[in-house]
């Protein structure tokens, strides 16, 4: 770099102001209770900070990486108008409000991308990236600045980072979070960045630079001793995120005021060399899934270190990450980025053919791990489909008919509740196989709308489930939901003929509608003809004849969950037999 990042902080005029909080000239409703808030105010008069939108600045909301880029890039005055005409990552286009910032952040070895050509847009930044790139800024070497750490956490910060967190530490940028913890992987809060970002400026205002701390590699002028320094004392540590308070104005100790700002434009500059913070270890990877793994359904694993990891065919050679994404572009391999340490990736294989694969991480240096191997992906078995036939009864269907001697143990099986109600789970009874399905006897009681997960898993020893065909279902996972049956009909009364003054007659409707939930069910019915039949319920259908003449009675079946069924059939009104009626 033909100018250092350190002269352009050294020379920036904007932290004279920083000596007191001033008023900012946009007023936020939502940070009075911030302990950043003299720190946002600042940052936001002096351009660097902006509010998002209504009087807001939401000072808990995660900064992403483009927009960290942003304050990076304003608050060391970089130089945004050489942006190249070719954007450096490709998920971060030219014609985004954030292309020139990031380009120039990447132009001051300030920000790498995530790998694969990607930036990580959109992702959020990590308090232990943040550590490194504000000690990137300031150009010193902190080696050595992580080995006393005294966090309870401090083992999950990651190799990279651990110099920098320290270094960060000790000059007070950042401290502790609640229970001594650093919090590594966390994402960095606004005001956090606000906080961390007046900081910074301050230390490198009073000189806390890494001229102080290493000599540059090749002898500078010096600059001429001031007259009258002002003795500065270092900015206090201030409050955890966790227990806001009101920041409280850094102490400076008196100096002569001058008149106007004093400004000391032929001062030489000591040039100090940024030297970037190496990493040259490899991230260790872990396999998380236990397999059987089968086409459709993701590898999950777990790198120490954020990054890539990638899931590649056995028989390849794997020298760096550009033969890796060289695979994932000829479609024989697949890949995920990693943003936290130490959390579970999951690697698609929806696009992959069966075979022998083996996984790699590679982390944000380019260092590539060890291969996890043993990875066999196999073709995906057509699983059944899940019905319940009664909330004690359950139906697997297959798509071909199944052999009626092999039948599986129930303690292949685990139903498991999976939506909110989360947790419960069903067990066995018994089960039988025949024709297409394997009916299933429950204990437990299913809960109508609720999401379940079948996962058949065969212990050894145990008879697998086979079709007729011969082909054999290794395993599945399966969700299906406990939707509502409608009440059907059952048995629809045949045509009534009723004698006109015989009374009413009735009919049990216990027959007539049968519902598969076992749900308690409620009646209606309606007379076409009520002059001729009148009909009503009461516990059964009662039907009264009123005149001589025809009707058709409608009788409805309601469940508590909107299902319904219906029947319609005729009743016959005649005149008594007067040949039967005895004087």
Same mark, same amino acid.
């Given at each position: 770099?033909?100018?250092?990042?350190?002269?352009?902080?050294?020379?920036?005029?904007?932290?004279?102001?920083?000596?007191?909080?001033?008023?900012?000239?946009?007023?936020?409703?939502?940070?009075?209770?911030?302990?950043?808030?003299?720190?946002?105010?600042?940052?936001?008069?002096?351009?660097?900070?902006?509010?998002?939108?209504?009087?807001?600045?939401?000072?808990?909301?995660?900064?992403?990486?483009?927009?960290?880029?942003?304050?990076?890039?304003?608050?060391?005055?970089?130089?945004?108008?050489?942006?190249?005409?070719?954007?450096?990552?490709?998920?971060?286009?030219?014609?985004?409000?954030?292309?020139?910032?990031?380009?120039?952040?990447?132009?001051?070895?300030?920000?790498?991308?995530?790998?694969?050509?990607?930036?990580?847009?959109?992702?959020?930044?990590?308090?232990?990236?943040?550590?490194?790139?504000?000690?990137?800024?300031?150009?010193?070497?902190?080696?050595?600045?992580?080995?006393?750490?005294?966090?309870?956490?401090?083992?999950?910060?990651?190799?990279?980072?651990?110099?920098?967190?320290?270094?960060?530490?000790?000059?007070?940028?950042?401290?502790?979070?609640?229970?001594?913890?650093?919090?590594?992987?966390?994402?960095?809060?606004?005001?956090?960045?606000?906080?961390?970002?007046?900081?910074?400026?301050?230390?490198?205002?009073?000189?806390?630079?890494?001229?102080?701390?290493?000599?540059?590699?090749?002898?500078?002028?010096?600059?001429?001793? +001031?007259? *009258? @320094?002002? !003795?500065? #004392? %270092?900015? =206090? /540590?201030? $409050? &955890? +995120?966790? *227990? @806001?308070? !009101?920041? #409280? %104005?850094? =102490? /400076?100790? $008196? &100096? +002569?005021?001058?008149?106007?700002?004093?400004?000391?434009?032929?001062?030489?500059?000591?040039?100090?060399?940024?030297?970037?913070?190496?990493?040259?270890?490899?991230?260790?990877?872990?396999?998380?899934?236990?397999?059987?793994?089968?086409?459709?359904?993701?590898?999950?694993?777990?790198?120490?270190?954020?990054?890539?990891?990638?899931?590649?065919?056995?028989?390849?050679?794997?020298?760096?990450?550009?033969?890796?994404?060289?695979?994932?572009?000829?479609?024989?391999?697949?890949?995920?980025?990693?943003?936290?340490?130490?959390?579970?990736?999951?690697?698609?294989?929806?696009?992959?053919?069966?075979?022998?694969?083996?996984?790699?991480?590679?982390?944000?240096?380019?260092?590539?791990?060890?291969?996890?191997?043993?990875?066999?992906?196999?073709?995906?078995?057509?699983?059944?489909?899940?019905?319940?036939?009664?909330?004690?009864?359950?139906?697997?269907?297959?798509?071909?008919?199944?052999?009626?001697?092999?039948?599986?143990?129930?303690?292949?099986?685990?139903?498991?509740?999976?939506?909110?109600?989360?947790?419960?789970?069903?067990?066995?009874?018994?089960?039988?196989?025949?024709?297409?399905?394997?009916?299933?006897?429950?204990?437990?009681?299913?809960?109508?709308?609720?999401?379940?997960?079948?996962?058949?898993?065969?212990?050894?020893?145990?008879?697998?489930?086979?079709?007729?065909?011969?082909?054999?279902?290794?395993?599945?996972?399966?969700?299906?939901?406990?939707?509502?049956?409608?009440?059907?009909?059952?048995?629809?009364?045949?045509?009534?003929?009723?004698?006109?003054?015989?009374?009413?007659?009735?009919?049990?409707?216990?027959?007539?509608?049968?519902?598969?939930?076992?749900?308690?069910?409620?009646?209606?019915?309606?007379?076409?003809?009520?002059?001729?039949?009148?009909?009503?319920?009461?516990?059964?259908?009662?039907?009264?004849?009123?005149?001589?003449?025809?009707?058709?009675?409608?009788?409805?079946?309601?469940?508590?969950?909107?299902?319904?069924?219906?029947?319609?059939?005729?009743?016959?009104?005649?005149?008594?037999?007067?040949?039967?009626?005895?004087?």
């Amino acid at each position: 770099m033909k100018k250092s990042i350190l002269a352009s902080i050294l020379t920036l005029p904007l932290l004279a102001g920083f000596a007191a909080p001033s008023q900012a000239a946009v007023e936020f409703r939502d940070i009075q209770n911030s302990y950043a808030k003299d720190a946002i105010n600042q940052l936001v008069e002096a351009g660097i900070l902006n509010g998002v939108g209504s009087g807001q600045f939401n000072p808990t909301g995660k900064i992403t990486r483009q927009d960290f880029a942003i304050i990076l890039a304003k608050a060391l005055n970089l130089d945004t108008n050489s942006a190249p005409l070719t954007p450096t990552f490709s998920d971060v286009p030219a014609s985004h409000y954030s292309y020139k910032f990031v380009e120039a952040a990447v132009a001051a070895e300030l920000i790498k991308g995530t790998g694969g050509g990607e930036f990580g847009f959109g992702q959020g930044l990590s308090r232990q990236d943040m550590a490194v790139l504000f000690t990137r800024a300031l150009g010193v070497d902190p080696a050595g600045k992580g080995e006393n750490l005294k966090f309870a956490d401090a083992d999950a910060i990651s190799k990279y980072a651990r110099d920098a967190v320290g270094y960060a530490v000790e000059a007070q940028l950042m401290s502790s979070m609640p229970g001594n913890q650093f919090a590594p992987t966390g994402l960095a809060e606004r005001q956090q960045v606000a906080l961390v970002t007046q900081r910074f400026l301050k230390t490198a205002e009073l000189g806390k630079t890494a001229g102080e701390q290493q000599k540059p590699e090749v002898p500078a002028p010096q600059p001429p001793k +001031p007259e *009258a @320094p002002a !003795t500065q #004392q %270092p900015a =206090p /540590v201030l $409050p &955890a +995120p966790s *227990a @806001p308070v !009101t920041q #409280q %104005p850094v =102490p /400076v100790s $008196p &100096a +002569p005021a001058p008149s106007a700002p004093v400004t000391i434009p032929d001062a030489p500059v000591v040039i100090i060399p940024v030297t970037p913070i190496a990493d040259t270890e490899a991230p260790t990877l872990t396999l998380i899934s236990p397999g059987p793994f089968t086409v459709g359904n993701s590898v999950v694993v777990r790198s120490s270190e954020t990054g890539t990891v990638y899931l590649v065919p056995s028989a390849s050679e794997i020298p760096d990450r550009s033969a890796l994404d060289t695979l994932v572009l000829e479609g024989v391999a697949a890949k995920a980025p990693v943003v936290s340490a130490n959390e579970d990736s999951e690697l698609s294989t929806a696009n992959l053919a069966p075979g022998a694969y083996k996984a790699y991480a590679v982390d944000n240096s380019g260092n590539v791990s060890a291969a996890v191997t043993g990875i066999e992906l196999r073709q995906a078995v057509t699983g059944p489909s899940f019905s319940f036939f009664t909330p004690g009864m359950l139906g697997a269907f297959f798509p071909e008919e199944l052999d009626p001697e092999s039948v599986p143990s129930s303690a292949d099986f685990k139903f498991t509740r999976v939506d909110e109600g989360s947790g419960s789970s069903l067990s066995i009874h018994h089960m039988a196989v025949h024709g297409t399905s394997i009916s299933f006897w429950m204990m437990g009681s299913p809960v109508m709308g609720g999401t379940y997960e079948v996962v058949y898993a065969p212990k050894e020893g145990s008879a697998p489930i086979k079709t007729l065909s011969g082909k054999t279902y290794d395993s599945f996972t399966v969700q299906f939901k406990y939707d509502n049956h409608i009440p059907t009909v059952y048995e629809v009364p045949q045509e009534q003929i009723l004698e006109l003054g015989k009374g009413a007659t009735s009919l049990s409707l216990s027959s007539a509608f049968m519902d598969w939930d076992e749900e308690q069910l409620t009646y209606t019915v309606l007379s076409d003809a009520p002059g001729v039949v009148e009909a009503y319920i009461d516990d059964q259908l009662y039907l009264n004849p009123a005149a001589v003449g025809a009707a058709n009675i409608t009788v409805k079946a309601k469940d508590g969950h909107g299902g319904e069924a219906s029947f319609t059939f005729k009743v016959t009104v005649v005149q008594p037999d007067t040949d039967l009626i005895i004087p």
